[in-house]
């Protein structure tokens, strides 16, 4: 710093005033991050404004609106199709999730065992978490097909009959659990990171005190991942929450709103039925649910997640 | 299992037959696991498999039983019959166009916040560091209908603007990646640099930006993904055939076509190519990104 002011007195001042350099420092940052500012006041904190203000109007957006108070949340409250979207929203992640978690976790410790190609390996199992999308929500509707698809006719190779899957009530969010799961690679190469992370002297100490592969996985693996996992589950669990393609492509939402998700139900009420305001209302109940759900979690990891003072 | 290894270091003085014994459990888990993950990987391949194959046989093989995997003559009518009943070439033409231009604006507008976040001691930084965490928590649909409001105010509905303009003005998800990598280069550079009379813009593209090559290229192919697959945002704003991307385009193409499975699965794979190929070429970078974001979360 001495040497930067030393510099900056021979140069000759060209303009009347003179800035410390704190205070050029202070200018710069604020026009590197310039981008984020604009972001941050102009698309999302004076949009959640508006939006908490549309949630409080009936309002079609072309023909004028209605201030009606909190009128929208209380319809909300008694609204079927609402709380039939939050079931499914629901059921999709906590099933989902957790079945998504075991299974990533799974892949990563069985490719973390030393194993030949392990690129080869890690590309196929990753490769469809990577083109998500309308494609594959098509695919997938094609692989769910009851007579057609893939899953039925492997089933049926089994012996088994499978269930009609997105033409039934009961099997259609089974169905997208299923799609979910085949996207399990992006988890699955964050536990791999984080399995290869851990020190192999702990084992190596666990193993001089007679410890079993069991206990080594239980006492060592499980908490030295509980950072990873961690940050899975709370990624995990907003994404899921957010869930729109796949019902939008593949079901509409049925059969009789099986797969009528938070999303979609807000994307039909705006964008079809033009009710702007209960759409906003909706999006808030999400943000809540979706920070609710998020909290328990954050909160609760104060009991199970381990934190090694290295690992930050 | 890695422990074997060490299991087996401290037994090195045995008998030869001791050892053997040691090993054989070993031998026998990597088969198992070797057969575990071949079965595995069948089964996660198989769908784009299948999807290859669909569109590739002709129409009377799609719907047998069993599956005709390898269909007896290979048949790309499929292709030409499905990219001539909506304008693809479109599509195409729009989805490159708006994925190009905001890798770039992504990259520009992140990397430039990300540097200010990094590097800068300013008054409030870390604050507003905190609220651009918060920010990553929140869910689009909040902001989703005050934004559409928003621009057809301005009259933007139905052109590219809606999906242009946020990305070029950061995005905090890629603004935490590449501050946090921008943090592990060492500012001893940007002390020299600065001794010679060099301002924070020119640290930032002559110092920092060069040697965050790989940490760019993570932050370029996960946008040129998100892009690429972005539904929603399309789906609301652009309602002209003509302006759709791929995503949408491709949405549209299955309602009028969902009955010949063949052209669906042709078109969806003409969707898919881009991202397959950019995975192939691009592996270390899908890998890296994901390991960076999640770790050092």
């Known amino acids: 710093m001495v040497d930067l002011t030393a510099k900056r007195k021979s140069v000759p001042k060209s303009r009347g005033w003179h800035l410390s350099p704190r205070a050029r420092d202070n200018i710069a940052g604020y026009l590197f991050i310039m981008p984020f500012l604009v972001h941050f006041v102009g698309m999302i904190a004076l949009a959640m404004v508006f939006s908490l203000g549309i949630s409080m109007l009936k309002t079609d957006l072309l023909t004028g609106y ?11 409250l008694k609204d079927p199709l609402f709380w039939k979207a939050l079931r499914v929203t629901a059921y999709y992640t906590f099933a989902l999730v957790p079945l998504g978690t075991i299974l990533a976790l799974s892949i990563a410790l069985l490719l973390n065992q030393e194993v030949a190609a392990l690129g080869f390996w890690r590309s196929v199992y990753y490769l469809p978490s990577v083109v998500a999308g309308v494609a594959v929500a098509i695919l997938w509707q094609w692989m769910l097909n009851p007579r057609f698809g893939l899953l039925n006719q492997g089933l049926a190779f089994l012996g088994i009959k499978g269930p009609r899957w997105l033409y039934s009530e009961s099997w259609a969010v089974p169905g997208f659990i299923i799609m979910g799961l085949w996207g399990a690679g992006g988890s699955m190469l964050l536990y791999l990171a984080g399995l290869q992370g851990i020190p192999t002297p702990l084992y190596e100490a666990a193993e001089i005190d007679g410890a079993n592969g069991w206990q080594k996985f239980w006492k060592i693996t499980i908490p030295m991942l509980t950072p990873t996992i961690y940050f899975n589950l709370l990624m995990n669990i907003i994404g899921s929450f957010q869930v729109f393609t796949q019902s939008y492509i593949m079901t509409g939402g049925g059969p009789n ?32 649910i979706i920070l609710i759900f998020t909290m328990f979690v954050v909160k609760s990891s104060e009991s199970w997640v381990y934190y090694e003072g290295a690992l930050t | 299992m890695a422990a074997g290894d060490r299991v087996q270091a401290t037994t090195r003085s045995e008998t030869d037959w001791q050892v053997v014994l040691t090993k054989a459990p070993r031998i026998f888990g990597k088969i198992v696991t070797y057969v575990i993950l071949a079965i595995g990987a069948a089964i996660f391949a198989l ?3 299948w999807m290859v194959s669909t569109s590739v046989k002709p129409e009377y093989l799609v719907y047998q039983i069993p599956i005709v995997w390898i269909p007896p003559e290979l048949d790309f009518s499929h292709f030409v019959s499905g990219w001539k009943i909506l304008p693809f070439l479109a599509f195409y033409r729009n989805t490159i166009f708006l994925t190009v231009v905001n890798i770039i604006g ?4 992140s990397s430039l916040v990300a540097f200010g976040f990094a590097r800068i001691r300013f008054v409030g930084r870390d604050w507003i560091f905190l609220v651009l965490l918060a920010t990553m928590m929140l869910p689009g649909q909040i902001t989703l209908i005050p934004l559409y409001v928003f621009w057809a105010k301005l009259g933007a509905v139905n052109s590219f603007w809606p999906l242009i303009v946020p990305q070029w003005l950061a995005n905090a998800y890629n603004v935490f990646l590449l501050r946090q990598f921008f943090m592990t280069i060492s500012p001893e550079l940007d002390d020299a640099a600065r001794i010679d009379g060099a301002g924070w813009s020119k640290i930032y593209s002559r110092i920092v930006m060069p040697q965050a090559k790989p940490a760019l290229g993570v932050v370029a192919i996960q946008a040129f993904a998100w892009n690429w697959n972005s539904f929603l945002g399309p789906l609301i704003y652009l309602n002209e055939p003509r302006k759709f991307t791929i995503a949408i385009g491709l949405s549209l193409f299955e309602t009028q076509q969902s009955e010949n499975m063949g052209e669906t699965m042709a078109m969806s ?13 691009a592996q270390r970078y899908f890998i890296q990104g994901i390991v960076i974001s999640g770790v050092k979360g």
């Open chain 1, 66 to 76: 209605e201030f009606v108070g909190v009128e929208n949340y209380a319809k909300m």
């Open chain 1, 257 to 288: 709103n099986a797969t009528l998700t938070m999303v979609l139900y807000l994307y039909r009420k705006a964008f079809e039925h033009l009710r702007f305001g209960y759409a906003s209302a909706l999006a808030w109940a999400l943000f809540f």
């Open chain 2, 106 to 109: 992504l990259v520009l507008s």
């Open chain 2, 269 to 281: 794979l003409v969707a898919l190519v881009p991202v397959l190929i950019m995975f192939f070429v």
């Open chain 2, 47 to 49: 769908p784009f498999l």
